[in-house]
């Protein structure tokens, strides 16, 4: 069982910068990809960012250029590091873990994890 907690919510204004933490109780924490799901009010949750086990990153459009997530294996935890915030940023964040052998795979969907943080929220005023 993997138990991950998230932190580094907020409210933000336009423009600003947050960076969220999500710690993660794995004994090897190096073979979970790892990603960053929010979720808006009465959207659905989409993937923000994620990062395999092997370090290499993917990120939704929306957000390219702008979020950076890295992770730090000797502390279990993966950081997502936010600029730039705007508005339609506002949603609760959410981390997720899937572990894997292959350390260069992407995980894009939802299904595909099997742990999850509890979320944090992140307001974004305009």
């Known amino acids: 069982q993997v138990q991950l907690v998230e932190s580094g919510g907020g409210l933000v204004q336009a423009g600003g910068s947050l960076r969220l933490s999500c710690a993660a109780s794995?004994?090897?924490?190096?073979?979970?990809?790892m990603g960053w799901f929010r979720q808006a009010p009465g959207k659905e949750r989409e993937l923000v960012a994620a990062?395999?086990?092997?370090?290499?990153?993917n990120y939704a459009d929306s957000v390219k250029g702008r979020f950076t997530i890295s992770r730090d294996n000797a502390k279990n935890t993966v950081y997502l590091q936010m600029n730039s915030l705007k508005p339609e940023d506002t949603a609760v964040y959410s981390c997720?873990?899937?572990?894997?052998?292959?350390?260069?795979?992407?995980?894009?969907?939802?299904?595909?994890?099997?742990?999850w943080g509890q979320g944090t929220q992140v307001t974004v005023s305009s």
């Open positions: 794995a004994r090897t924490f190096s073979s979970y990809a």
């Open positions: 997720a873990a899937a572990w894997t052998f292959n350390s260069g795979r992407y995980y894009p969907r939802e299904v595909e994890y099997a742990y």
């Open positions: 990062i395999t086990s092997g370090g290499s990153t």
